[in-house]
Nanobody, 126 residues
Framework: QVQLVESGGGLVQAGGSLRLSCAAS????????MAWFRQAPGKEREFVAA????????SYADSVKGRFTISRDNAKNTVYLKMNSLKPEDTAVYYC???????????????????WGQGTQVTVSS
């Protein structure tokens, strides 16, 4: 099992930026996908972005394309989510997750991700 610890959340004004970090420790595999999901109050958890650990390919939800960037540092076992031009509707708890499915396609379904962090709150004020 992999342990995931998110950090970097906070309160920011609309139009501002934040960078989330997710540090992974424990068992690792040669091929897996790191992802960010978010959940706003009263809403279902939704996919935000993901990155393949071996190839670096990425995927984004339409709602964050052009504003958010996911990246990884293999040496630090850390994945980042840089969030620019934040909007009030980006307010949510952001979760880091790991998926161990094979193939090159990046899936957005949360049930395909096995290990999850505890989440970090992002609040965007208008």
């Amino acid at each position: 099992q992999v342990q995931l610890v998110e950090s970097g959340g906070g309160l920011v004004q609309a139009g501002g930026s934040l960078r989330l970090s997710c540090a992974a420790s424990g068992r690792t595999f040669s091929s897996y996908t790191m992802a960010w999901f978010r959940q706003a109050p009263g809403k279902e958890r939704e996919f935000v972005a993901a990155i393949r650990w071996n190839g670096g390919s990425t995927s984004y939800a339409d709602s964050v394309k052009g504003r958010f960037t996911i990246s990884r540092d293999n040496a630090k076992n850390t994945v980042y989510l840089k969030m620019n031009s934040l909007k009030p509707e980006d307010t949510a708890v952001y979760y880091c997750a790991v998926g161990y499915y094979s193939g090159s396609y990046i899936y957005s379904k949360s049930h395909l991700y096995t290990d999850w962090g505890q989440g970090t709150q992002v609040t965007v004020s208008s």
